[in-house]
Nanobody
């Protein structure tokens, strides 16, 4: 059974930091490209960051470049998102995604709220 379980969300003040984690099981984690998406109320789902399966090369949305860092640990089947210098506009549900060919798996999401 495929599972992606996100954790680490919460309420943080502007300028603060959070680290999200996604624990994967039920598939060959190292063979999948892993991504973090986010979705704010009334907005479309947005790709935040991606890390490749083989070279661990990364890509980021322009809105988070220089503030967020995605990483993966293939030995522990986890992918993380370190979020620094958080802004109110980063408020959203953050979802973990695993993608390979025509297979795509999603977690249930974790809420991140940036507010003073």
């Amino acid at each position: 059974q495929v599972q992606l379980v996100e954790s680490g969300g919460g309420l943080v003040q502007p300028g603060g930091s959070l680290r999200l984690s996604c624990a994967a099981s039920g598939f060959t984690f190292g063979s999948y490209t892993m991504s973090w998406y986010r979705q704010a109320p009334g907005k479309e789902r947005e790709l935040v960051a991606t890390i490749s399966r083989a070279t661990s090369s990364t890509n980021y949305a322009d809105s988070v470049k220089g503030r967020f860092t995605i990483s993966r640990d293939n030995a522990k089947n986890t992918v993380s998102l370190q979020m620094n210098s958080l802004k109110p506009e980063d408020t959203a549900v953050y979802l973990c995604n695993a993608q390979r060919l025509y297979y795509s798996y999603w977690g249930q999401g974790t809420q991140v709220t940036v507010s003073s």
